[in-house]
């Protein structure tokens, strides 16, 4: 048993689709949140500094008692989770892609599967890398979507510009005769709505958020390290950019009140707690 919290970042809101999960399944476990708001988007920056911003962030939760990190995004669990793995040996790492995977290869049948990702992410190739890893023959189209996480960060989700990107983005991978999408960012569940309308009733979207829950409480279990039952959950939410800003967006996605954001800056070693 361990009441220490777990980690769980993004680069702005999107990871909060995976804490969401974390809140209604594991509600005993205290987490820190932590959205690398100054730099979001990550999905159009160079591999090699979202491995930075990742493995930075990683040793800065680890610094602050958790005992273990989720890499609540694609984008890092694509270029960082093996190097952070191999850096930090004493908690567990997670990342989205495994997990989500495992969902959609399990719903796909014979049929194709689609991914929608940022630009980074497909070209990292992680998924078709873990789908064939997992499936060798499955077809695999992955589309990436840079307009979607802009349109999130700037909460509109819901506007016409969503869902007609949706439908843009949608009908390349349903020209490929998809079954299943992978909402291969965290931030696309939160435009659920507009991609299930662009992709029709007959693909199924999945969440790699629910799958990824599975696998935190799987771990914690085999750790030893779950919070002890009954414990008052005590979360702390942290950004690199306007704290404001985040409270308020991100109280309304996670449909739970953000009271405190407090804000992260990183020093040479280790990120500095500012207030
Ligand atoms: N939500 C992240 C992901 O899952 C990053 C999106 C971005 O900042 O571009 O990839």
Not at 63 to 72: D, F, I, N
Not at 104 to 110: C, P, Q, Y
Not at 232 to 245: K, L, N, Q, V, Y
Request: negative net charge; glycine residues 8%; aromatic residues 6%.
């Amino acid at each position: 048993m361990n009441p220490s919290p777990i980690g769980v970042f993004d680069s702005g809101l999107g990871g909060l689709t995976v804490a969401a999960q974390i809140l209604k399944k594991l509600p005993n476990e205290p987490i820190i949140y932590l959205a690398d708001t100054a730099h979001v988007p990550y999905g159009e920056r160079p591999l090699e500094e979202i491995q930075g911003f990742a493995l930075d962030i990683t040793r800065f939760l680890r610094s602050l008692g958790c005992k273990m990190v989720v890499m609540a995004c694609n984008m890092s669990s694509a270029v960082a989770l093996h190097p952070a793995k191999e850096a930090f040996t004493d908690i567990p790492v997670l990342g989205v892609i495994e997990p989500g995977v495992r969902a959609a290869v399990r719903l796909a049948g014979d049929r194709p599967i689609g991914v929608m990702a940022t630009t980074g992410t497909v070209s990292s190739h992680a998924y078709s890398k873990a789908i064939h890893a997992a499936s060798p023959d499955i077809d695999v189209y992955e589309q990436a979507c840079p307009a979607f996480v802009p349109l999130v960060e700037s909460g509109k989700q819901d506007s016409p510009q969503a869902y007609s990107a949706a439908r843009e983005y949608a009908q390349i991978l349903l020209d490929g005769n998809v079954g299943t999408i992978i909402l291969g960012c965290t931030h696309y569940p939160f435009l659920f709505p507009a991609i299930a309308e662009a992709a029709g009733p007959a693909v199924t979207l999945v969440d790699p958020a629910e799958e990824t829950v599975i696998e935190i409480e799987k771990t914690l279990v085999e750790n030893d390290i779950q919070c002890p039952e009954g414990r008052a959950s005590d979360h702390r939410f942290f950004c690199t950019g306007d704290p404001a800003g985040f409270a308020e967006l991100g109280s309304r996605f996670l449909r739970s009140r953000i009271d405190r954001v407090e804000q992260a800056v990183w020093g040479v070693d280790i990120g500095k707690v500012l207030a």
